[in-house]
């Protein structure tokens, strides 16, 4: 069962910030958020993960609400080459990761 | 630093043939991931590892068999090939279980 809820796909114009949203009514206290992205035709990549605290890295900064029921993706200035399917994922570490769906995100020029 | 490197990156298998997908990574990583991706769709984990010696199923094991007898080596196989195994293929590993995972470049395979 799914344990992330993300918009099926989003648009984006290039310079501007993408605001990728994901909604986990059901955490655990002691599941993180992590976030991968991939772009087409190729294997995931990591991006972003977090507890309860806001968290920023050099690709991207993660919103997570206070009461960790829902968290933001943010890429401050999105270019052409972000285009890409975002996966909002839940987890404990006592299991694989499990992939959903995700969220294709389109930059457009 | 290779990384992650799967082989063959692409093959077509006929009905009811075996073949072998190979995942090498040299980041001295113990666990070790095989995932699936059908068109449109999300990855599901088929096999995972969490040590040399060590095999667990996933998601949808049916159909595939893993062995891990070095650490660095991650072998997914499948007997007898169908159609319903058409995929993109993705190997993974991680240090451990609160670490980045790392994905190859993926396996097209496709059966017909």
């Known amino acids: 069962d799914a344990k992330t809820t993300q918009p099926t796909s989003m648009d984006c114009a290039e310079g501007r910030a993408a605001n990728l949203p994901c909604n986990h009514s059901t955490i655990s206290g002691n599941e993180y958020v992590y976030w991968y992205r991939q772009i087409h035709s190729q294997g995931p990549q990591y991006i972003i993960h977090g507890l309860k605290n806001n968290e920023t890295n050099e690709m991207a900064s993660l919103i997570i609400t206070e009461d960790r029921k829902s968290s933001t993706l943010i890429l401050p200035h999105a270019t052409l080459r972000d285009t890409a399917v975002y996966y909002c994922?839940?987890?404990?570490?006592?299991?694989?990761?499990?992939f959903g769906k995700g969220t294709r995100l389109s930059v457009i020029a | 630093n290779a990384g992650v490197t799967q082989t063959p990156k692409f093959r077509v298998l006929k009905t009811g043939q075996s073949m072998t997908l190979l995942c090498a990574q040299d980041?001295?990583?113990?666990?070790m991931y095989w995932y699936r991706q059908d068109p449109g769709m999300g990855l599901r984990l088929i096999h995972y590892?969490?040590?040399?010696?060590?095999?667990a199923k996933g998601e949808v094991p049916d159909g595939y068999n893993v062995s891990r007898l070095k650490k660095q080596n991650f072998l997914l196989g499948l007997e007898s090939a169908a159609p319903s195994q058409t995929s993109v293929y993705f190997c993974?590993?991680?240090?451990?279980?609160?670490?980045?995972?790392?994905f190859g470049e993926g396996s097209w395979l496709t059966v017909v």
């Open positions: 980041m001295n990583h113990e666990y």
């Open positions: 994922i839940v987890w404990a570490g006592n299991t694989p990761l499990v």
């Open positions: 993974a590993s991680t240090w451990d279980i609160w670490n980045t995972i790392y």
């Open positions: 590892s969490v040590g040399e010696g060590t095999t």
